[in-house]
């Protein structure tokens, strides 16, 4: 027999980004060492085409948020959402703040749905006005979309419970409420090194 013994390293960036890729990245305010040394942004970064590249390095400060609207509007697609980015993100940093303050990162999908259209009434009617009057679903339906969103998840721990999809959504939505709340005060850990994660580039 013949013994064939494998190692996988960690990529560096160089494996995820081309030299012309990284060069300009590499002209920029970006953190790429620390930063930006993240799978979801580093592989965001390798596929979007060349224009939407230049546009990152033309305003590197929106990175993050460029990410996010990219997820927000593939949504769109995949699940025929008639929802605007805008008001997906309204929706899913309000699922966030209930997080925040009542202490969970992942909830029962029944609880998520009540939640949504308990407290999104103004956002799920805006987007009902969208879908033609023969093909418009209600509420519940819409909240549904909500909870089965790509940036929801079952969580490791329960499968039973969803929670955002990974460490750097959640922290992008948090980020978000502390954004919108100049006084927010919190000591979790589960909330603040994710935010400091998705904003750190």
Not at 65 to 80: A, G, P
Not at 124 to 147: Q, V
Request: hydrophobic share 40%.
């Amino acid at each position: 027999f013949e013994l064939v013994r494998i190692r996988i390293g960690e990529p560096s960036i160089s494996d995820w980004l081309p030299e012309d890729r990284l060069n300009a990245i590499n002209a920029t305010t970006l953190n790429i060492k620390n930063g930006l040394s993240n799978p979801v942004l580093l592989s965001y970064l390798r596929c979007i085409p060349k224009d939407k590249f230049d546009a990152v390095v033309q305003s590197p400060q929106d990175l993050v948020e460029r990410y996010c609207s990219f997820l927000l509007e593939r949504e769109q697609t995949r699940q025929d959402l008639k929802m605007s980015v805008d008001t997906q993100k309204s929706i899913l940093t309000l699922i966030a703040g209930d997080m925040i303050s009542l202490g969970y990162t992942s909830e029962h999908r029944d609880y998520i749905v009540e939640l949504v259209q308990r407290s999104c009434l103004q956002e799920l009617e805006a987007s009902l006005a969208l879908y033609p009057a023969a093909e418009r679903p209600d509420r519940e339906f819409l909240a549904n979309k909500i909870a089965s969103h790509a940036l929801l998840d079952r969580s490791n721990k329960d499968e039973s419970k969803i929670g955002f999809i990974n460490e750097f959504v959640l922290g992008y939505f948090v980020s978000t409420n502390i954004l919108h709340h100049p006084d927010w005060l919190n000591d979790d850990l589960r909330f603040l090194e994710p935010a400091v994660t998705s904003y750190g580039p």
